[in-house]
């Protein structure tokens, strides 16, 4: 029996999503790595040499996504994972084998090359896939398969660290060897799955084009008059674009509709790194030291704290097409303003390494908890899944390349800045993160409109002649209903024709 055509481009999406798996092992792993006994003994890095450790792999990360924009354009979306995926391997080789701080620094750099080609096209690849009704679910496999990939890096860190004595280097090299295996079997098998049909038609394989989009939508059956419309309609568009827009990146600033959609994407990408994930992410361990929990006990923390993010996202794939995108936004940077407030009052009132106060150590470790709840659940999926929908065909790829590069240069930069933030004003530094949870939802409510279940053909339409303030809208107004229109006159067409015969 055939799978449902929704459940095979879930599981194709699914299979590419192995790309994001590899971006969150790596960021996991890298922190019981450079904790571990033996990494300190063997390297002896000084504070700045470990911070170059951690922000190579995101300095490599933003030139893989600007490289990984072209590229996708030119070979396609598949070829671009592979080319991911095998740069990927080079890099986590030499990091495993390494003998010195430079082939550690060469590895994490070009792992995350690989990385910057791999969660720059994969949303592409699973959103152009995607059936409308869930195209939300489909891409926010990218966060839940971050998460999945946190999660194992997590226990595997923690794992070794605990398995293994202080004199052997397994204590690291085995935690960092394991993401090869991943990106071998994607490497390895994305060829056999579809191309994206909007790149085939784009690329004068329109016949191969409409054969992919039957397979997606209808067990093969070219004459479906869903598949026919949407093929008619992707027509259309690529077309237009081909004829008005889209010749080169100059297009997304000199096109008033696409510099809008370049300018949200960017804006997403931007605060998802303000929201204070990422100095959650890499110095809560340190935190949680000065309030005295051991090495070992931090590395558990953290495992915890990964599988309350994978329930998060499991959550955000069942719900996001229900709930929309831009209330689950603006909710969900609320909500992370308010787990910062609190954060913030117990570290100003109970400062680490100065209070005994255990409870409130206790109180700051649950808020970090909470607070990648709301994160996992809302702003970190909608990261991936709305640059990947508002875009044209012909500025998908280049589009979602800037935003991607944005997310991380901000990355780099908070990375960077965090640990002398922390050593200079202490818990002042998070007043920035609450103050930019509530501006981040303030922006979201002004200006993105909501697009779920919107055909990514039609979304040109949405941002052309929607208004710039999006509270003063109707969003049904604003809905084209173009594809619906062709599937009924599709419908009508055959059910005449075959009344004359």
């Known amino acids: 029996m055939a799978l449902p055509p929704k459940w095979y481009q879930f599981l194709v999406a699914l299979f590419a999503s192995l ?129 999945i990939g946190a999660l194992v890096a997590s226990w595997a860190a923690y794992g070794c660290y605990v398995s ?87 297009e997304l600033f000199t ?63 069942l719900f996001i097409d229900w709930s929309g995108r831009r209330w689950a936004m603006i909710g969900g940077n609320l909500g992370n303003c308010v787990t910062f407030i609190v954060a913030t009052a117990l570290l100003a009132s109970y400062p680490p390494g100065t209070s005994n106060n255990l409870g409130a150590g206790w109180g700051f470790i649950i808020m970090t908890w909470v607070y990648n709840f709301s994160f996992s659940l809302t702003n970190g999926p909608l990261s991936w899944i709305v640059p990947a929908e508002i875009f044209d065909t012909r500025t998908r790829a280049k589009g979602v390349s800037i935003g991607c590069m944005v997310s991380f240069a901000f990355n780099t930069l908070i990375g960077q800045v965090t640990p002398i933030a922390l050593d200079s004003v202490g818990w002042h530094y998070y007043i920035l993160f609450v103050v930019c949870n509530l501006t981040n939802a303030i922006f979201f409510w002004a200006f993105q409109p909501e697009t779920a279940k919107r055909p990514l053909e039609e979304m040109n339409y949405l941002f052309t002649n929607a208004p710039l303030f999006v509270p003063s809208m109707n969003m049904k107004d604003f809905d084209s209903h173009d594809l619906e229109s062709r599937v009924a006159e599709i419908e009508r067409k055959g059910s005449i024709s075959s009344h004359v015969e």
């Open 19 to 147: 790309g994001s798996v590899l971006y969150g092992y790596d960021l996991g792993v890298i922190g019981g790595a450079v904790a571990s006994d033996n990494f300190k003994a063997t390297f002896n890095p000084t504070a700045a040499e470990v911070g170059a450790v951690v922000s190579l792999f995101t300095g490599g990360a933003f030139f893989g996504s600007g490289l990984a924009g072209p590229v996708g354009d030119w070979l396609g979306r598949k070829y671009t994972i592979l080319i991911g995926s095998v740069i990927f391997i080079l890099g986590g080789g030499l990091q495993t084998g390494a003998q010195n701080l430079e082939f550690l620094y060469a590895g994490r750099c070009i792992a995350g090359l690989g990385v910057g080609f791999l969660v720059m096209i994969i949303p592409v690849y699973q959103g152009e896939l995607a059936h409308p009704s869930i195209r939300g679910r489909v891409t926010a496999l990218q966060q839940f398969m971050l998460g």
């Open 164 to 250: 293994f004595p202080a004199t052997s280097s397994k204590q690291w090299r085995i935690s960092l060897g394991c993401q090869i295996v991943p990106a071998g079997f994607l490497a390895m098998l994305i060829l056999l799955f579809p191309e994206s049909p909007r790149w085939l038609i784009d690329h004068g394989r329109a016949d191969e084009g409409l054969r992919t989009l039957a397979k997606l939508h209808a067990h093969g059956d070219e004459n479906d008059a869903w598949v026919q419309a949407e093929f008619q309609q992707i027509q259309d568009m690529i077309t237009y674009e081909h004829e008005h827009e889209a010749k080169s990146y100059a």
């Open 255 to 317: 096109n008033k509709s696409s510099f809008r959609r370049l300018i949200l994407a960017c804006a997403i990408q931007a605060s998802i790194q303000m929201t204070g994930v990422s100095a959650i992410q890499y110095y809560s361990p340190a935190i949680f030291a000065q309030i005295g929990i051991a090495t070992n006990d931090t590395l558990k923390y953290q495992g915890i704290n990964s599988v309350i993010a994978l329930i998060a996202q499991f959550l955000c794939i």
